[in-house]
């Protein structure tokens, strides 16, 4: 009876381990980040976006700590039985080394298959779309900030790649985020320069129109 019951427990150990895969089977490569909601919400917009542009976007999110100058493209051929053409390979790499002196981390890559099918996004809108949530600094974790720079990098590479055809999804997510981002920045900046007023301009033109005073 015991060990029925210690077989029981470990299938479905197994079991709930291997619902993720078995989800992420198809537009997934590697899940070490996402959550089960991001994968199934990737999924959905892959799935539209091969129905409606034959063109097929994988992920790969990888907590791998690549070291300084990783060969990304050399890296994605180890999946290139999984991958069928035309397509494009979005790599989140958040632990990789950017510069070792730096100690800055982090890494995006966008590997399509063809030149045709590169010229149909914007690689610099896909990029910024994930690396410019995962900078800001709020209270959010790093776990929820890598779950949503990666779907809205993904929602914005879809989009694009459909609006290139004259197709506009239903099923990706507005970047409203972008927005945001750009009006934390500038909340920031402002706060920084009202802060540099107050302690530093401040008192030292005081001083100036004192000194002209006398």
Same mark, same amino acid.
């Given at each position: 009876?015991?060990k029925?019951?210690?077989?029981?427990?470990?299938? #479905?150990?197994?079991a709930?381990?291997?619902l993720?895969?078995?989800?992420?089977?198809? *537009?997934?490569l590697?899940?070490?980040?996402l959550?089960l909601?991001?994968? *199934?919400?990737?999924?959905?917009m892959?799935?539209?976006?091969?129905?409606?542009?034959?063109?097929?976007a994988?992920?790969?999110?990888?907590?791998?700590?690549?070291?300084?100058?990783f060969?990304?493209?050399?890296?994605?051929?180890?999946?290139? #039985?999984?991958?069928?053409k035309?397509?494009?390979?979005f790599i989140? #790499?958040?632990?990789?080394?950017?510069?070792?002196k730096?100690?800055a981390?982090?890494?995006?890559?966008?590997?399509?298959?063809?030149d045709?099918?590169?010229?149909?996004?914007?690689? &610099?809108?896909?990029?910024? #779309?994930?690396?410019n949530?995962?900078a800001?600094?709020?209270?959010?974790?790093?776990? &929820?900030?890598?779950?949503?720079?990666?779907?809205?990098?993904?929602?914005?590479?879809?989009?694009?790649i459909?609006?290139?055809?004259g197709?506009?999804?239903?099923?990706?997510?507005? &970047?409203e985020m972008?927005?945001?981002?750009?009006?934390?920045?500038?909340?920031?900046y402002a706060?920084?320069?009202i802060?540099?007023?107050?302690?530093?301009?401040?008192?030292?033109w005081?001083?100036?129109?004192?000194?002209?005073?006398?």
């Amino acid at each position: 009876m015991n060990k029925a019951k210690v077989r029981a427990s470990v299938l #479905a150990v197994l079991a709930l381990w291997m619902l993720p895969l078995l989800l992420n089977a198809t *537009q997934l490569l590697r899940n070490d980040l996402l959550k089960l909601e991001a994968v *199934q919400l990737i999924d959905k917009m892959g799935e539209e976006l091969q129905e409606k542009t034959g063109v097929n976007a994988y992920v790969i999110a990888t907590n791998e700590h690549f070291p300084e100058r990783f060969n990304l493209v050399e890296h994605s051929k180890q999946y290139e #039985a999984k991958l069928s053409k035309p397509y494009v390979l979005f790599i989140f #790499a958040p632990y990789a080394t950017i510069t070792k002196k730096a100690k800055a981390r982090g890494r995006v890559g966008i590997i399509p298959s063809s030149d045709s099918v590169k010229a149909l996004y914007n690689y &610099d809108d896909v990029r910024d #779309a994930g690396i410019n949530i995962v900078a800001i600094k709020d209270s959010n974790t790093d776990e &929820d900030k890598f779950n949503i720079g990666v779907l809205q990098a993904y929602s914005v590479l879809a989009d694009n790649i459909a609006a290139s055809k004259g197709i506009k999804l239903e099923k990706t997510i507005p &970047d409203e985020m972008g927005t945001m981002v750009t009006i934390l920045r500038i909340l920031v900046y402002a706060g920084t320069a009202i802060l540099l007023w107050i302690f530093v301009l401040r008192s030292l033109w005081i001083r100036m129109r004192d000194g002209k005073q006398e």
